[in-house]
């Protein structure tokens, strides 16, 4: 008796599917942002969502779902209705590095759809301005002069700042104390207060206290200088040379989300980082915009797919160790 009814509702829903998608967006979409209000995944997320509110004719609400690196937000949006009416932002750490840390109750490829590839941002090395070092030379010599390690802060394990941070204490030799937050705006504000010692940050989420000499910079985590802040040296010039990192960033919905709804979020993202005033708030942040030869869904799942490939190995040899 069962079945026949679940046919018949599956076959409606088919029916339905193209209507759904042609009406859609019919209300709010909601994006959850895996990480602390008032960090550099908030601050983007919420800059393009204005762009894309005028490309949907709808509101983009983020909510910020925070926890395990990111894990637990990426976690909401897998176990949402495929509807589009619930999407993710991510990066680096949430959608590679914490698949090779976390035991994870989803699969960061196979139960999400790519939508759209973000624009991206070097690292950068600040610390509290109390620190005894003016150029990163200094700053590694006194790291390892420490009696107790110095403290690192970061978003969580598996987050970007934790990844930057396992990073440079490889290529500089040194050993910190990782102090985890629920995301890198409570972490600066800590930075700030002089209650931790270092981060390796996203250019967008320190450039404004570097700017206002609140902490101190040493280098950008990159082959040349950011054009938003042409005064800080690149790592190889501060004389850590190769120790490269760019932190991407996208958009997903949960698998099955239909593809003309994937399509019209694609379509929306591209329009918003086409807009003018989007993109200049986004690069005064130090932020690059995705190339336009990256621009569709398939793009940013192929991009995932070999970040995975890169960083698996790296971090699990780093034997990371989820507290
Ligand atoms: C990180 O991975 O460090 C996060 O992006 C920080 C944040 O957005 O708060």
């Known amino acids: 008796?069962?079945?026949?009814?679940?046919?018949?509702?599956?076959?409606?829903f088919a029916l339905a599917e193209p209507a759904l998608a042609e009406d859609y967006p019919t209300r709010p979409v909601t994006v959850v942002v895996p990480f602390a209000a008032g960090g550099p995944s908030d601050a983007m997320m919420r800059i393009l969502g204005e762009g894309m509110k005028r490309s949907l004719g709808q509101s983009i609400v983020v909510e910020d779902i925070t926890g395990a690196g990111g894990s637990i937000g990426v976690g909401r949006v897998v176990h949402s209705a495929p509807d589009g009416y619930t999407i993710g932002f991510g990066h680096l750490g949430t959608h590679v590095a914490n698949g090779a840390i976390y035991k994870l109750n989803y699969d960061l490829v196979t139960d999400l759809e790519p939508i759209v590839l973000l624009p991206s941002n070097p690292m950068v090395i600040v610390s509290r301005n109390a620190v005894p070092a003016k150029t990163l030379k200094d700053l590694i010599a006194w790291l390892k002069s420490r009696p107790q390690p110095a403290?690192?802060?970061?978003?969580?394990?598996?987050?970007?700042?934790?990844?930057?941070?396992?990073?440079?204490?490889k290529a500089a030799g040194v050993s910190v104390q990782f102090v985890p937050y629920r995301g890198t705006a409570p972490a600066l504000n800590d930075l700030v207060a002089g209650q931790i010692d270092i981060i390796v940050d996203q250019l967008s989420n320190s450039i404004n206290q570097v700017r206002a000499g609140n902490i101190r910079a040493y280098a950008v985590t990159d082959s040349r200088r950011s054009d938003q802040a042409q005064d800080i040296p690149t790592t190889d010039e501060a004389g850590l040379p190769n120790f490269h990192m760019t932190l991407w960033s996208g958009l997903w919905a949960p698998k099955g989300t239909p593809k003309p709804i994937i399509d019209k979020l694609n379509k929306a993202a591209n329009e918003a980082l086409a807009d003018p005033?989007?993109?200049?708030?986004?690069?005064?942040?130090?932020?690059?915009?995705?190339?336009?030869?990256?621009?569709?869904?398939?793009?940013?799942?192929?991009?995932?797919?070999?970040?995975?490939?890169?960083?698996?190995?790296?971090i699990k040899a780093a034997n990371v160790k989820v507290e």
């Open 1 to 12: 008796m069962f079945r026949p009814i679940l046919a018949t509702l599956i076959a409606i």
């Open 151 to 169: 403290t690192a802060g970061t978003a969580g394990a598996g987050s970007g700042s934790h990844i930057a941070g396992l990073a440079f204490e």
């Open 277 to 314: 005033q989007v993109k200049k708030q986004l690069e005064n942040l130090g932020l690059r915009m995705p190339p336009a030869s990256q621009s569709t869904p398939e793009a940013l799942g192929d991009w995932q797919k070999a970040e995975i490939a890169k960083w698996w190995p790296i």
